[in-house]
């Protein structure tokens, strides 16, 4: 239901996500999936505070649950606050280090900060985890033609 809940964040889709966030908190309000979406309908509403307050009740619920740990690194990246966000990122992957939206999350921020290495660094590890990914393999191109080297791995790709 978290990810489900982010399906509706991405899609825009309000009302389905307010009407799922309150029939989870009338399940189970001691389930962290349930915090989560309360937070992605909060962080659609542009309220990432309240956003991030949500994410950090469904962390208070169950530290190992890395979906999150990262879902509040995210709201720390949309308010500019790297730090924290590579934290809530970093603390996703010592739960679950094949989680790879938090590997992602990592080489967003790197990005952001044109620390290329370290981005493409992230953004690989994003993709040997999730290999058919379109949208971490455009980063990932990104960066390195950012570093310059896309040619050369064009070439020895190709050849």
């Not at 949500?54 to 720390?76: D, M």
């Not at 500019?80 to 590997?103: F, T």
């Not at 953004?123 to 896309?150: C, D």
Request: charged share 20%; hydrophobic share 35%; net charge positive.
């Amino acid at each position: 239901m978290d990810v489900y809940s982010t399906v509706l964040y991405h899609l825009k889709e309000d009302m389905k996500l307010k009407y799922l966030a309150q029939e989870l908190i009338s399940v189970d309000r001691f389930a962290p999936q349930s915090w989560c979406a309360i937070g992605n309908c909060y962080s659609l509403q542009k309220d990432h505070e309240t956003a991030l307050k949500s994410f950090r009740r469904a962390v208070q619920l169950n530290s190992r649950f890395a979906y999150a740990h990262t879902l509040s690194g995210h709201e720390h990246v949309t308010m500019e606050d790297y730090r924290d966000g590579v934290e809530c990122y970093q603390r996703a992957l010592r739960v679950d280090a094949r989680h790879y939206k938090s590997w992602y999350g990592l080489g967003m921020i790197y990005l952001r900060q044109e620390k290329f290495e370290f981005a493409v660094h992230h953004f690989r590890q994003a993709y040997q985890i999730n290999p058919h990914s379109s949208v971490i393999m455009y980063y990932l191109g990104t960066t390195l033609e950012a570093l310059k080297v896309w040619p050369i791995i064009c070439y020895h790709f190709y050849t």
